[in-house]
């Protein structure tokens, strides 16, 4: 009796150890960096073709560290990247250009990095009352970022004096990250954190 009972409880660990595997995305080789796009209706990066809405940013996409040919719209490039690091490929002034993001390093703070894709020569973060600035000086097809606590918050993006973009009710989860977009046409603000695909 003990050894039908010893029997049949392995084969229950055995078919739920095989049904563990299905839940859990294989983890990256250890060579691999983390790129993703921004405001790119199609994009390709290596031999993955990822896209993004406008104005958003996509989900971080696998690559080996080296070179990496991205092509955003009719820009192209060749990106170096290095393993274990995260980067937003963007276009700006017809180019492709490359930004190194910053890792939500303190899982007791969210990120928010501020990406300037428009013609203002530069942009500040601030609570939409313009009393507290948490990015500043963030210069055209360039970024900003910084770690903030947990809260629900009114953001907009400043030239100068000129609020010209903003985006209500923001609600920053700890150890997740923002992309915040401002272009001329105002601000996005997209989730994401470090999921990749």
Not at 99 to 111: F, H, M, P, S, Y
Not at 127 to 142: I, L, Q, R, W, Y
Not at 180 to 189: A, E
């Amino acid at each position: 009796m003990k050894k039908i009972t010893f029997s049949l409880l392995f084969i229950v660990l055995s078919a739920a150890s095989a049904q563990d595997t299905g839940l859990y995305a294989p983890a990256p080789p250890a060579n691999s960096a983390f790129v993703r796009v921004v405001n790119a209706p199609a994009a390709t990066l290596g031999t993955k073709a990822v896209t993004s809405e406008a104005g958003k940013a996509s989900a971080y996409v696998v690559v080996p560290q080296g070179d990496v040919t991205a092509k955003i719209g009719t820009a192209t490039a060749k990106l170096k990247v290095e393993a274990g690091k995260f980067y937003t490929a963007v276009v700006s002034g017809g180019k492709v250009v490359l930004l190194t993001d910053q890792g939500a390093e303190n899982r007791a703070k969210a990120v928010l990095t501020v990406y300037n894709l428009s013609k203002n020569a530069s942009i500040d973060l601030k609570t939409a009352d313009g009393k507290t600035t948490v990015v500043t000086g963030v210069k055209p097809g360039s970024s900003g970022s910084r770690a903030v606590n947990g809260i629900t918050v009114d953001l907009s993006a400043f030239a100068g004096p000129k609020a010209v973009g903003t985006v209500k009710g923001v609600k920053l989860e700890r150890g997740n990250a923002y992309a915040l977009v401002v272009s001329d046409t105002g601000m996005t603000v997209t989730q994401s954190s470090t999921k990749t695909n």
